[in-house]
């Protein structure tokens, strides 16, 4: 597992969708369509702009590369 399916706990991996469970369960390569979805929050909105989060989207196309090296991931 990855350090992040730490984070949300076994409930919380439980209850993710099986492509992300998969993705969390360690080294691969991840690939197919996102939609991300933005708070309606102005203050949070600007927030995440600043730090870097994209705006809203349907159906972008994702590929996403999952590493370890010793016990971290990269």
Known sequence: MTDYADLPGANGMAALAPECRALHAGDGVFHGR???????????????????????????ELR???RRRG????
């Not at 979805?37 to 349907?58: C, D, K, M, S, Y």
């Not at 016990?71 to 990269?74: E, F, G, I, K, N």
């Open 34 to 60: 996102i939609t991300v979805e933005v708070t309606r929050n102005p203050v949070l909105r600007v927030a995440l702009r600043l730090a870097g989060f994209p705006l809203a989207v349907q159906g972008a």
């Open 64 to 66: 996403f590369e999952e």
């Open 71 to 74: 016990d971290r991931d990269v």
